[in-house]
């Protein structure tokens, strides 16, 4: 276990990367503002899983909207295997489920 803020030293040589870096939701943010704050957040972290990490890398993303930034990990980290990358979406199924009630 590697603690770092420096994204590089964190990515170097690892093979399961827990990805829980998201901006924090801010009373009056809109979706679009947090989106536009977690893309520099996750291009960053994908692309120093792309030139660090190890071939098989796993990724887990943690932070919500975690299915997009799952997706923007994917974009950025193309060697990564999109069938290696997962998030956690508890939280988005049960926003779903309650909205349809």
């Known amino acids: 276990i590697v603690a770092t803020t420096d994204v590089v030293e964190a990515c170097k040589g690892v093979d399961i990367a827990i990805m829980i870096g998201g901006f924090p939701w801010k009373e009056g943010m809109e979706r679009k503002n947090i989106m536009s704050k977690n893309v520099s957040i996750y291009k960053a972290q ?56």
């Open 46 to 101: 994908a692309s120093a899983l792309e030139k660090h990490a190890v071939p098989d890398c796993k990724a887990l993303v943690v932070a919500n909207p975690a299915n997009t930034n799952a997706l923007i990990l994917k974009e950025f980290a193309p060697s990564v295997p999109e069938k290696d990358i997962t998030c956690l979406t508890r939280l988005d199924h049960n926003r779903a489920l309650g909205q349809r009630s």
